[in-house]
């Protein structure tokens, strides 16, 4: 009894060993692959840069510069200039030039539309961070191609406003390149999910830009996971195409 109860602590033993090693080689794979992706697609020389671009004729520009960021978004209402700005130290609003008393509340709206806008333009960059946790989940094919699937969350500590949202990419295994992301979110007006699909792929200073359709399930309860295949079957909603225009880069 002794030594069979020794065999099957052993077996016990190799059999954890082996889920560690699993799980540690899925973490390094998921990882791997953003880190290849981040590579193709040049987004490493943004930490110091001033990126700028138009999203459906407004403004926005990036300065970042080793871990300082500062992100604006430049919109007029009539003849005034209204500058919001959102940078390591908190959320600022100008208006025509001048600093404006902004509710909490409608910071934190503010602060997370310029940074969503900001977050979809510079793809990987950003995927990186210590807060973000990165899951690899199973290859799936689409048109032909076969990717990579990377989920990622995010903690609340460094998260954001929106920690809670789930992304998950798509990485081509041939390219490295993302050609189709997914996430879902929670706001004040409701959920929802949506996928993007990338075309329009441009480098500008060495750094990778790409437009989106973007689309939505008729089912919003649709897992994020089964996506490919509704977009596949052309069963997904066309809502909007995400296109940057008048693109620069000044590399620091």
Known sequence: MKYLSLIVLSVL????????????????TAQSSIDKAIKVAGVD????????????????????????????????????????????????????????????????RYSASVNSVHYFSV?????NDKAVNKT???DVSVKNKIYNT???TF??????????????YWINKDTNKIDYLA????ESDGKGIRFREAYNERFVEGVRFVDYNNYKPEDASTSLIDLPQLFENGTLKL??????????????
């Open 136 to 138: 690899l989940l199973k």
């Open 45 to 108: 020389r943004l930490e110091a840069s001033d990126l700028a671009f138009t999203f459906r004729n407004v403004r926005y520009r990036a300065v970042r510069s080793n871990g300082k960021f500062s992100l604006i978004r430049m919109r007029t209402q009539g003849k005034d200039l209204v500058v919001d700005s959102l940078t390591n130290t908190g959320f600022t609003r100008r208006f025509n030039y001048e600093v404006v008393d902004v509710p909490d509340s409608m910071a934190t």
């Open 123 to 127: 793809l990987p960059y950003g995927l």
């Open 150 to 152: 990377i989920k990622v």
């Open 239 to 252: 809502l909007s195409k995400i296109e940057l225009e008048n693109i620069t880069v000044k590399l620091n």
């Open 155 to 168: 903690n609340q500590d460094g998260g954001g406003e929106d920690f809670e949202d789930v992304f998950i």
């Open 13 to 28: 033993l190799f059999n954890c060993k082996d889920v560690k090693q699993d799980v540690s080689e899925e973490k390094q």
């Open 183 to 186: 996430y879902s979110y929670n």
